[in-house]
């Protein structure tokens, strides 16, 4: 990934992640940012762990190859097993902390990868 695109993804998490705990309008005072802007990378389906992600994706494609099925609960655990890697640590910082795998990630990640 092109160190530009890392560096707006990664000011992109900071970004969400303080809006989630501290509300958008605060959020767009903070990093004088328009709220419409916070409020759609909040609400969006955008892959902000694509690495993390693409790992994960891989490893359904092996489960599956296998004959084993994948639910949904064991494809969150997985997610934040990948994300405790220290390769992902250096590629996502503290901002992995802030990660929820919810329905709504896990949903649009399938979505994404065309897996459901």
Do not use: H
Request: proline content about 3%; glycine content about 4%; overall charge positive.
């Amino acid at each position: 990934m092109p160190p530009q695109k890392k560096r707006r993804q990664n000011r992109a998490r900071q970004v969400v992640a303080y809006a989630k705990e501290n509300g958008i309008i605060k959020a767009a005072k903070s990093f004088e940012l328009d709220k419409g802007m916070i409020s759609r990378w909040v609400n969006s389906n955008e892959n902000f762990y694509p690495e993390a992600e693409k790992e994960l994706y891989d490893w359904i494609i092996e489960q599956r190859k296998q004959g084993l099925g994948i639910t949904y609960a064991i494809a969150r655990v997985k997610m934040l097993d990948i994300l405790k890697k220290p390769i992902m640590i250096s590629l996502y910082g503290n901002s992995i902390n802030e990660f929820k795998t919810s329905n709504c990630w896990i949903s649009a990640f399938m979505k994404r990868y065309n897996l459901s």
